[in-house]
Structures are given as structure tokens and as C-alpha cells.
């Protein structure tokens, strides 16, 4: 399988991730957000389809998202948007967003999108992992998507072990008990959590999310997980200063 | 064929638990022990006596003469608006609140809508003397303003929901955001028979109490346990699973469930759930949903603050698509109808939600003796000022 996420994490280096929401500020802007961050050295970008509840995500994502979808995004569009992305990206894309409005497209037909559009993977937090072992993964993988699943730093190491043994890819560790956007600055515990992944030795290698915002964050979080994910800092961003200067933003991670 | 929740939390395609990892533990911890712990002598025997000494259980079973002779059958009020806090909801809080202490949890966390949860939880964390935290839309708290100042006055923080649409669905997410953020010492105490497993079947469980109830009380008055018919509103659901579910999987009883139409089921302004929605994901739970085309949530509207909620619980969705149920809706103007018309025939002012149950006697016809037992989920007090601008009564 040639999925470029899978080609990324071999690469000899630590990972920057960023999330951005679909349609956020304006309706027009995914390609020139996505093109941006690619030149700008980001490794990989989830994109996030914007949901009208979303359960784990935090005042600036959920903010973000209101917006978007008072703009006009939905599945469709934003795969109309994208239709012609691999022709300018080349880095790794995964579309990030809650389970209903997948449903309703239709799961077959939303992977089948995807791999049309050059979507490396999904990560969808509250499709667990039993569902979509039985209903689900022979849709993705016929697709050639990855899923990426989440711990967090109540998962036990039983489940953790499990997560790693039906991931393919990368898994998606949650930095502490939070929704997005909500810690500010990482203390003992969290590098205590990371140390404790880190000497599980999984298969999978972990990229960090939730309450990274700036370099130092970016640094603790990858001294021992292979990346990290920046998604409300960036948000923030882009509230505050538009989208014509994510070079700003990039160069302040690393 | 049961009609109950399957080990999973699955009631034939719906129910089950999507929920975001970060969620896991604390749903799993609940999954494992809720039904063990019900069944514990102690537990059981401490709900029971706080049923009864606390909140004045068992309610009546009233045979509503005047209200039988208009509309020529035999109809009992199940008086659940008789209840401490005067609605249902306290029979889940007291069951929700002994829960938590089981599992050692010192700080609870509920969402409301109208405030009668919201309520019920306050006032069962004053009983315990435990922390109570309730989120509420902004928009709800502006308009009602008596229920705010009766949880603050029992001890609990009302935080304002100010996302999305700043209603019941938005102070949900922030319950569950509230969680996801107090994973270890915190319980969420949900108000309906809706969430993630094992939410739904654990509130029918506690909510039980109305139909085993209606079982002996009509065995008193009629030599029989077994209505024609149980008739109750259904906004998230939860009245209406307590009155049905000891007669679930009998279906000789049958099972009418009356959803709010608004300004009409196809006015743009309604919660009729059952007609409007499509199967979806909402709040952790596969059921009917209203949304989008695109699987965006809508807002819903009612006159009924308590049920003007865009789901419906996943027993409801089972019994709807099963055809088990027989669902119908019913707009403001039938509903304040029907509950003037309960004031005035029986000396009963009913809740808004619970007038709605009274208002399908004007188009659904029963026989001379059929027994039919309306769940009069909760009392109108709460509901005096949208009473009184309808029908310009000051």
C-alpha cells in the first residue's frame, strides 16, 4: 500500500500536523490554507470537516465551525473544493469530522471520495473502535484509507495495546483529559504520560494532539512521540491575523 | 422479540455507545457496574425508601371520571406530576445521585432544557450534600428564569451553555465536555433515556418504577394488571419509558407515544422527532434525529420546553421503526388546548409536555371499555405564564 501518511512516518524527522476547519474564515479559502502550510514545511494536515455538535472539540474549534457551516460547508462542497488538490499537495491529507454527517453521505460513498481525491486517512472520534472493526474497516481499507484512533491518559494499557493492534499508521494521543484547545502548557503529568507511551514500545508510532500551541509544547511533545497535531492555536490564528500569513505561524513551532 | 436494551445497549438497530475515547472510561466504569449495583440489596433498598419517604411515591393511579364520560372510554391518570419537584425527573436523579456515590464520584454534572432536570439533579446534591454543577443554554436561562433561581437557591452553579444554538442540545455538549475535562471524580447525571450506552436503559430502569406501579394499582381498581393502552409524550423519551416498560414486550398493551408538532410537522417549527427525523448520531446514540441533508443537527421548536429535543431515545426509535409504538403528534394549540381542558374537567393543571398525551382524545377514538392510562408526566405550575399569555387569562 502506497499511502503517503504511512511513507511520512518513515521518514528521520519529528512531524508537524496541522488541523484547520473547513470553510473557516471564508467559504473559499481551503485550497490556499492547504497549499500555504504545505510550503511553509507543515508534514501533514487534517482537515477538518466542520460538525454542528462537536462533542470533543473546544470554544475555538467549535467557534470555527459554526462559522464554516453558516458559510455553506458540507461534504460535498468540500469535496468539490479538494477535486484537484493532488495536483498541487503532495503531502499526506486527512479529512477530520464527526460520524454523522459521514453517515449521511454514506459511508461507502464518502471513502469513495476520498481515495478519488487523494484522502489518506480519517480520524472520526466518536466512531469507536468495535463499531468500526465490524461495520466498517473492510469500507476503509478497500479505499485505502487509514483510521486513526485516539487514547488518551485514561486509557488503560490494556485497551492502548488492543488500539495498537487494530491501528495502521499512526495512533492519535491525546495529550491530557481535554477537549481541544483547553490546557495551556504541559506539566509533569503529561510528560510522565508520554514517557509511559513511549516505553510501551508500540507499533504504531504516536503524534500528539490537544494543547500543543507553540514551540516549546511542539518540542515536549515530540521529544518522545514521532509528532504532534496543532489545531486551535493555529484557528486562532487565523482569526486573528487571516490566512495570508501562515509563515508567521509556522515559523514560531519550529 | 424484546423490545428492551440488548447487552450492548442496542434496541434492534439502535442505541450503542459512539462516543470519543477521551469518553471511554467513564461510560465503560458505569457499563460494567450500573446493573450489578442496582441489583445490590442496599442500593435497592435505599431507592425504595427514598421513592417513597422523599419523594412521595407511589403516585396515584386516578380514574378521571369527567375526563372518561367526554371522550366515552376509561381513562386513568398515572399522577407522576404528583412527585417531589412535581415531574418525573426525580425518580432518575435519586436513582442517578445513589449511583454515583456507589461508584464514589463527589461531583455531579447535569444538563437542562427547561429546568426541570436541572432541578430535579439540585435538588437530589442538596440531599447528598454533593457538588452540582448544571449547564443550561443562554436562551433557556433567559426564559426560565423561576427554575435558574430554584437550583441556585438548592446550592447548584447553572453555567450557560453559549455555543451552537444555546439550547438543551448545546448544554449537552458542554455536559460532556465538563466530563471529558473530570474524568475521575465526576458523574453526569442525564435527564432522558438518550447518550451513549448505558445511559438509555439505566434511566428506563430507574424510571421503571411508574409502569411496575401501574401494574398493581390497576390489579386494585380494575382486577387486571393489563391496560389496552399507555399513553405518554415523548421529547428525549424518558416518562415515556417508565410507563412502558414493564409492558414492553406484552403487546396485548398498546403503546402510544405522542410527540410535540409545534406550529405543525411540516411548519418548519416542530419536534416531531419520529416524522421529521432520519437515523443518525446524536449525543453517543444511533437514532432518529432531525438534521440536515448534510448530517448537520437542527434545532427543534415547541411551545413544551421539555420536548423540544431534535432526538428521541433509541427505545423510542426501536419502537417506531418496529411498529411496536403507535406515534402521534400533536401542535401548541391542541396541546394548551387539551390542557385547559384538563384544568377544568378534572382540577388537574398539567405541564405542557403532559398535555400533549391528553390532546389525542380529540382524533384517536378507544372503545367504551378500553382502559387507557395516560402518564401525567409533570404539574403546570412551571408553566403558568406560557398559560396565561395562550389563552390572555391575566
Known amino acids: ?254 | 422479540m424484546s423490545y428492551q436494551a440488548n447487552e450492548k445497549g442496542y434496541y434492534g438497530e439502535f442505541g450503542g455507545a459512539f462516543i470519543p475515547e477521551m469518553l471511554y472510561p467513564n461510560c465503560e466504569e458505569l457499563r460494567q457496574n450500573y446493573v450489578r449495583i442496582m441489583q445490590e440489596e442496599s442500593f435497592k433498598k435505599e431507592f425504595d425508601s427514598l421513592l417513597k419517604d422523599y419523594v412521595g411515591r407511589p403516585t396515584p393511579l386516578y380514574f378521571a371520571e369527567r375526563l372518561s364520560k367526554k371522550y366515552k372510554t376509561k381513562i386513568y391518570l398515572k399522577r407522576e406530576d404528583l412527585c417531589h419537584t412535581g415531574a418525573h425527573k426525580v425518580n432518575n436523579t435519586i436513582g442517578q445521585i445513589l449511583m454515583a456515590k456507589k461508584l464514589g464520584k463527589n461531583r455531579i454534572i447535569a444538563e437542562t432544557g427547561a429546568g426541570q432536570h436541572g432541578v430535579a439533579t439540585a435538588t437530589v446534591c442538596a440531599l447528598m450534600g454533593i457538588e452540582c454543577v448544571v449547564y443550561m443554554g443562554e436562551i433557556d436561562i433567559a426564559r426560565q428564569a423561576p427554575n435558574v433561581a430554584r437550583m441556585k437557591m438548592l446550592g447548584a452553579e447553572v453555567r450557560p451553555a453559549l455555543s451552537g444554538s444555546r439550547t438543551l442540545k448545546d448544554a449537552t455538549n458542554e455536559a460532556i465536555r465538563d466530563w471529558i475535562n473530570n474524568p475521575v471524580d465526576t458523574h453526569y447525571i442525564i435527564g432522558s433515556v438518550v447518550g451513549p450506552h448505558p445511559y438509555p436503559d439505566m434511566v428506563a430502569r430507574f424510571q421503571s418504577v411508574i409502569s411496575e406501579e401501574i401494574k398493581w394499582q390497576l390489579q386494585e381498581k380494575e382486577g387486571r394488571e393489563n391496560p389496552d393502552f399507555v399513553v405518554a409524550c415523548v421529547g428525549g423519551g424518558s416518562n415515556a419509558a417508565g410507563a412502558y416498560y414493564h409492558y414492553l414486550d406484552n403487546e396485548e398493551v398498546g403503546i402510544i407515544a405522542v410527540e410535540a408538532a409545534g406550529h405543525g410537522i411540516h411548519s418548519g417549527e416542530s419536534a416531531a422527532t419520529s416524522a421529521l427525523g432520519k437515523i443518525g448520531i446524536i449525543h453517543g446514540s444511533k437514532t432518529l434525529l432531525m438534521q440536515t441533508p448534510d448530517g448537520q443537527i437542527t434545532e427543534p421548536y415547541s411551545i413544551s420546553a421539555g420536548l423540544d429535543y431534535p432526538g428521541v431515545g433509541p427505545m423510542h426509535a426501536n419502537l417506531f421503526a418496529s411498529g411496536r409504538g403507535e406515534f402521534i403528534s400533536i401542535t401548541d394549540d391542541e396541546a394548551m388546548t387539551a390542557g385547559l381542558l384538563l384544568s377544568k374537567l378534572e382540577g388537574i393543571i398539567p405541564a405542557i409536555e403532559s398535555s400533549h398525551a391528553f390532546a389525542i382524545f380529540e382524533t384517536r377514538k378507544f372503545k367504551e371499555n378500553d382502559i387507557v392510562v395516560v402518564n401525567l408526566s409533570g404539574r403546570g405550575d412551571k408553566d403558568l405564564n406560557t398559560y396565561i399569555d395562550y389563552f390572555k387569562l391575566a
Not at chain 1, 88 to 99: D, E, R
Not at chain 1, 141 to 164: A, M
Not at chain 1, 213 to 218: L, M, P, R, V
Open chain 1, 1 to 254: 500500500m502506497s499511502n503517503r501518511i504511512i511513507k511520512k512516518l518513515e521518514e528521520d524527522k519529528k512531524l508537524l500536523s496541522i488541523y484547520f476547519t473547513a470553510g473557516y474564515p471564508e467559504i473559499e479559502n481551503t485550497v490556499q490554507i492547504i497549499q500555504d502550510l504545505e510550503k511553509n514545511g507543515v508534514d501533514m494536515i487534517e482537515i477538518g470537516l466542520p460538525f454542528s455538535d462537536p462533542l470533543a472539540d473546544g470554544p475555538t474549534i467549535q467557534a470555527s465551525s459554526t462559522t464554516a457551516l453558516q458559510n455553506g460547508m458540507t461534504s460535498e462542497v468540500l469535496f468539490n473544493q479538494l477535486a484537484d488538490i493532488r495536483k498541487s499537495v503532495s503531502i499526506p491529507l486527512i479529512i477530520m469530522g464527526y460520524f454523522n454527517p459521514m453517515m449521511q453521505y454514506g459511508v461507502e460513498e464518502f471513502c469513495k471520495k476520498c481515495q478519488e481525491i487523494g484522502i489518506d486517512g480519517l480520524i472520526i472520534p466518536d466512531l469507536p473502535v468495535d463499531v468500526y472493526n465490524e461495520d466498517y474497516r473492510a469500507i476503509f481499507e478497500k479505499y485505502g484509507l487509514l483510521n486513526v484512533f485516539l487514547i488518551t491518559p485514561q486509557t488503560s494499557e490494556e485497551r492502548i495495546r488492543f488500539i495498537d493492534s487494530v491501528s495502521n499508521g499512526f495512533i492519535y494521543m491525546v495529550s491530557s483529559a481535554s477537549v481541544t484547545g483547553s490546557k495551556s502548557g504541559f506539566g509533569n503529568e503529561q510528560t510522565h504520560y508520554f514517557e509511559r507511551i513511549a516505553a510501551m514500545n508500540l507499533k504504531n508510532p504516536q503524534i500528539v494532539g490537544f494543547g500543543i500551541k507553540d514551540s516549546e509544547t511542539f518540542q515536549q511533545a515530540t521529544k518522545t512521540a514521532k509528532g504532534a497535531i496543532i489545531g486551535s492555536a493555529f484557528i486562532k490564528h487565523l482569526t486573528e491575523k487571516g490566512i495570508n500569513t501562515i509563515s508567521d505561524f509556522t515559523k514560531t513551532i519550529r
